[in-house]
């Protein structure tokens, strides 16, 4: 393996000059090329007149090289974790320039002098990444060039031996810290080849996974590993698969070890405290193993303090998640501050999570808050197993109850969740986090789930619930609301698509009348009646007060 270095003379030790740094595509780029374009970098944010630039790149070379430019060019580096708008508002207000895939980025000063650069100072040299924090509310985490050091020494200890100089894949994202130390920065120290670009779907992890390589995932990821793809390739040369941003399901184990020839090394740690604790489920079970270094306490009520070179002090941090010792680890035993209160009794939501599973119709649970008028209310996002989809067949009220009627184990009625989403997966981000802001968007939809009453090939009619929660309800109007006729016109076609072959190409409208105003609370159903000659849909609104609208869109072909 490539001699170490530390991140502060990444771009500064002298040598190394045809030492592999990144693949790009097929080609590799060596040292040269990196400190040529950490020089261009340089000159571009040298030019800048304030001290703060945001980052935000897809490629994890161009990244790097940026990250690097801006370091030595003084600049304290600011990492948005996703181009969200409300992200970018936060974020950009507070930089004085940005690079990559933001508006207004800057671009790399092209054909700068490659002048040698003094090693970095580690402890005024830092970065801020963004997390959203145990309330969902976006938090700054500072770090600095030496607590991200502490990181590289620490991961090296642990398992640098077994890495050798593999090449370095990835399918999370180096704007969150997971991705930064595994993807971006311990390849660059250590010497290992980082392959710049991520890896999204499985089909690009089977094809591309071959010669030496380490795989840095997550959950999200090993949970949808299929077993019809060709894996030898990935078995034959992995050395190692780590996974972070969440505990890995017992099941997804125990499957990316038959079709990776890996238990996965699960790292256990935060934005904040950096890395605590890992296992392999395999040979570990449920037990965490702290890292080198790290040195770990249980509070009274079981909550997890830990210190470590990681902190930016010496003093003990307390974390949200309560453990019991086990061996020389520990077992995690839930968040403490998932209690939250509703109707001014203290809930579990943990707890409540656990009553759901147990009943096994959920594979998976999330219960969360939801901001109300009256106060907060619980809501639950679930994804069924074969037996909750057979009782999901019958009703979603059916699978409502039964869950409701399991949570009284765990809490009082005054308090059951009332809103229910269920999907075939947790949405996850780049990361393979399932943000809460996520999840409460799922409460927001543009459109009702609809319960289909007759299904058939020119013939289709469901009942709509109208929830005042409904997105198209924004500004229309805020005294009375009422859903928009372009709503309902929408609704119309995007569900006819669900159950009828139609044409492309929307050619006019027919007829199109609108009777009474739509409110919340309304249940409306929906008649849809497509007659392919002349490429003709007809729809009807009606509810228990009479008809709401009508009319027919008529289309063609995509030449027509």
């Known amino acids: 393996m490539a001699e170490w270095l530390s991140l502060a003379e990444v771009a500064s030790a002298p040598g190394f000059a045809t030492r592999a740094v990144a693949r790009l595509g097929h080609g590799v780029v060596d040292r040269t090329r990196f400190l040529a374009d950490v020089a261009a970098w340089h000159a571009t944010f040298a030019a800048v007149a304030g001290p703060r630039v945001a980052l935000y790149f897809d490629d994890t070379y161009a990244f790097a090289c940026a990250l690097y430019g801006a370091w030595h060019a003084g600049k304290h580096v600011s990492l948005p974790g996703d181009t969200q708008p409300a992200t970018l508002q936060r974020v950009l207000r507070g930089v004085d320039a940005c690079a990559g895939d933001l508006p207004g980025a800057l671009r790399p000063q092209t054909g700068a002098p490659v002048a040698p650069l003094a090693a970095l100072d580690p402890r005024r040299t830092g970065l801020v990444v963004h997390t959203s924090g145990s309330s969902g509310e976006p938090v700054e985490i500072a770090k600095s060039l030496a607590q991200l050091d502490a990181e590289m020494d620490t991961l090296q200890a642990a398992f640098g031996a077994r890495l050798a100089d593999a090449e370095v894949f990835a399918t999370v994202s180096h704007q969150h810290i997971y991705g930064l130390l595994f993807h971006a920065l311990w390849p660059l120290a250590a010497g290992r080849v980082l392959v710049a670009q991520r890896l999204q779907y499985p089909e690009e992890m089977a094809a591309r996974l071959g010669g030496v390589s380490v795989l840095v995932t997550s959950p999200a990821h090993l949970k949808r590993l299929p077993d019809t793809l060709d894996w030898s390739a990935a078995r034959a040369g992995l050395r190692a698969v780590f996974s972070s941003g969440g505990p890995l399901p017992p099941e997804a184990a125990a499957t990316a070890l038959e079709l990776l020839g890996h238990s996965p090394t699960e790292v256990y740690g935060s934005s904040e405290t950096g890395g605590i604790a890992w296992r392999r489920r395999a040979e570990h079970g449920d037990r965490w193993t702290p890292l080198p270094g790290i040195a770990w306490r249980a509070g009274d009520e079981g909550q997890l303090a830990v210190r470590s070179r990681h902190l930016p002090d010496d003093d003990w941090f307390e ?168 709503a309902q016109l929408d609704w119309a076609v995007g569900f006819a698509r669900e159950c009828f072959v139609l044409p492309p190409r929307f050619l006019r409208l027919d007829t199109l009348k609108f009777q009474s105003p739509v409110r919340p609370g309304m249940v409306l159903t929906l008649t849809l009646t497509w007659r392919p000659e002349p490429g003709s ?15 027919a869109v008529v289309f063609g072909a995509a030449d027509a």
Request: hydrophobic share 45%; no cysteine; proline share 8%.
């Open 537 to 551: 849909l007809a729809f009807t609104y009606t509810s228990d007060a009479g008809p709401h609208a009508s009319g």
């Open 319 to 486: 974390t949200a998640d309560r453990v019991a010792a086990d061996g020389g680890g520990f077992v995690l035993r839930g968040r403490a501050d998932r209690i939250v209160k509703i109707e001014e009794k203290r809930v579990s939501l943990t707890a409540m999570e656990q009553a759901l599973l147990a009943g096994g119709d959920l594979a998976e649970a999330r219960v969360i808050e939801l901001p109300g008028d009256t106060g907060p209310r619980l809501a639950v996002v679930g994804v069924p197993t074969p037996a909750g989809r057979e009782r999901l067949a019958e009703g979603k009220r059916v699978l409502n109850e039964r869950l409701r009627a399991q949570l009284l184990q765990v809490v009082e009625r005054v308090v059951l969740p009332r809103r229910f989403r269920y999907l075939d997966r947790l949405p996850a981000n780049a990361q393979g986090k399932t943000p809460l802001a996520t999840l409460q968007a799922l409460f927001r939809p543009v459109r009702p789930e609809p319960e289909w009453l007759e299904r058939g090939e020119l013939k289709a009619v469901a009942r709509l619930p109208i929830d005042a929660d409904l997105l198209v309800f924004d500004g229309h109007f805020p005294a009375v609301p009422i859903l928009p006729g372009v």
